[in-house]
T-cell receptor, first 113, second 115 residues
Framework: AQSVAQPEDQVNVAEGNPLTVKCTYS??????LFWYVQYPNRGLQFLLK??????LVKGSYGFEAEFNKSQTSFHLKKPSALVSDSALYFC???????????FGSGTRLQVQP | EAGVAQSPRYKIIEKRQSVAFWCNPI?????LYWYQQILGQGPKLLIQ????????DSQLPKDRFSAERLKGVDSTLKIQPAKLEDSAVYLC?????????????FGPGTRLTVT
């Protein structure tokens, strides 16, 4: 069975500093990995995905993620955080057979001015 | 392009009552998903449709939950009878499946409170 772990319930960072939100996964075969963001009272918004190829994936709003196969990780990063980035972030995985996503428990990002 | 539409946005019912949620996916999206998101957790798949056929309903509590997608477009998720533990946000998502791996687009969700 596939699974996702987001080890941090909350990440605090000052505006302008780099941010990292961690994600590790477990799946049989090659993974497809996703990051979504959720703002209050709104649905999940797609940020980026890794399918194959370059291990550094660039996405929306200046976010990027680094795929590391040996560490089974897919950490979300941004060089300079904005207060408006404060939200709930979810990592998700699907294997090649299923199309449905398995989500982590989410990490709340707080960017302080 | 219009996003995934869901209604109602909020619903409060008493336990043992029934409730239904509606979802209209993005036009042309063949695959539709219903997820349950309990407070403090990530979304969990309830059921997945490909056109009007069920692909995966392994995590759907079939004694009380049912879903249909008539004509392969809109979908309805029903709970009957509701339990306290059904309090959650119910998210509908759709994706354009074909060649490649496509992301899912989510609606705003329906927040259900069972008292």
């Amino acid at each position: 069975a596939q699974s996702v772990a987001q080890p941090e319930d909350q990440v605090n960072v000052a505006e302008g500093n780099p941010l990292t939100v961690k994600c590790t996964y477990s799946v049989s075969g090659n993974p497809y990995l996703f990051w979504y963001v959720q703002y209050p009272n709104r649905g999940l918004q797609f940020l980026l995905k890794y399918i194959t190829g370059d291990n550094l994936v660039k996405g929306s709003y200046g976010f990027e993620a680094e795929f590391n196969k040996s560490q089974t990780s897919f950490h979300l990063k941004k060089p300079s955080a904005l207060v408006s980035d404060s939200a709930l972030y979810f990592c998700a995985v699907r294997d090649m057979g299923r199309r449905a996503l398995t989500f982590g428990s989410g990490t709340r990002l707080q960017v302080q001015p | 392009e219009a996003g995934v539409a869901q209604s109602p946005r909020y619903k409060i019912i008493e336990k043992r009552q029934s409730v239904a949620f509606w979802c209209n996916p993005i036009s042309g999206h063949a695959t539709l998903y219903w997820y349950q998101q309990i407070l403090g957790q990530g979304p969990k798949l309830l059921i997945q449709f490909q056109n009007n056929g069920v692909v995966d309903d392994s995590q759907l509590p079939k004694d009380r939950f049912s879903a249909e997608r008539l004509k392969g477009v809109d979908s309805t998720l029903k709970i009957q009878p509701a339990k306290l533990e059904d309090s959650a946000v119910y998210l509908c998502a759709s994706s354009l499946e074909g060649q490649g791996v496509n992301e899912q687009y989510f609606g705003p969700g329906t927040r259900l409170t069972v008292t």
